[in-house]
T-cell receptor
């Protein structure tokens, strides 16, 4: 069975501050891990994904995430928040790198950026 | 990438009625999926829409309640039948070109059942 837990349903940061969104996973097989972002009234957009290559994954818009097997974590970070980063972020886990059929999502974290 | 649109974007419905949600992809995709996101909860997979055959439903979801069509490689519909307030959710469709590819999602349909 696979699942993800996102700690903090709401996170607020000041513009220019570090963004840290937490995700812990549970998987009985080597996981594939994803971060999606959803801007208001838009579809989910893939930010980045971990597929067992490099443990530090760089995505779009300056985001990156580090896979830590010992901590079963895949936290999302960005060094400096921008107003345009305000959105809802979803962590997801799958047992294949396309996420076909069995993409399990966390409950999401809403990021607010304070000017 | 693939661009996915959904209609309607939102609706308010009376209990006992049915609503059909349309999902259109701008290019052919191998697989299409329907998800539900209930308030404060994760996205949950309802079913895989199969072209030309019956959809494959996940545990807890049945065809009588959520009939799905997929007449071609770019279009699918999900019907929420005999609605009750518990069906109030966001319904999202997604498409996948093939294994190893990324799932692309539509913007979702926000449904409120009174």
């Amino acid at each position: 069975a696979q699942s993800v837990t996102q700690l903090g349903s709401h996170v607020s940061v000041s513009e220019g501050a570090l963004v840290l969104l937490r995700c812990n996973y549970s998987s009985s097989v080597p996981p594939y891990l994803f971060w999606y972002v959803q801007y208001p009234n838009q579809g989910l957009q893939l930010l980045l994904k971990y597929t067992s290559a490099a443990t530090l994954v760089k995505g779009i818009n300056g985001f990156e995430a580090e896979f830590k097997k010992s901590e079963t974590s895949f936290h999302l970070t960005k060094p400096s928040a921008h107003m345009s980063d305000a959105a809802e972020y979803f962590c997801a886990v799958s047992d294949n790198d396309g996420g076909a059929n069995n993409l399990f999502f966390g409950t999401g974290t809403r990021l607010t950026v304070i000017p | 990438s693939a661009v996915i649109s959904q209609k309607p974007s939102r609706d308010i419905c009376q209990r006992g009625t049915s609503l059909t949600i349309q999902c259109q992809v701008d290019s052919q995709v191998t697989m299409m999926f329907w998800y539900r996101q209930q308030p404060g909860q994760s996205l949950t997979l309802i079913a895989t829409a199969n072209q030309g055959s019956e959809a494959t439903y996940e545990s807890g979801f049945v065809i009588d309640k959520f009939p799905i069509s997929r007449p071609n490689l770019t279009f699918s519909t999900l019907t929420v039948s005999n609605m009750s307030p518990e069906d109030s959710s966001i319904y999202l469709c997604s498409g996948l070109r093939g294994l190893g590819e990324t799932q692309y999602f539509g913007p979702g349909t926000r449904l409120l059942v009174l």
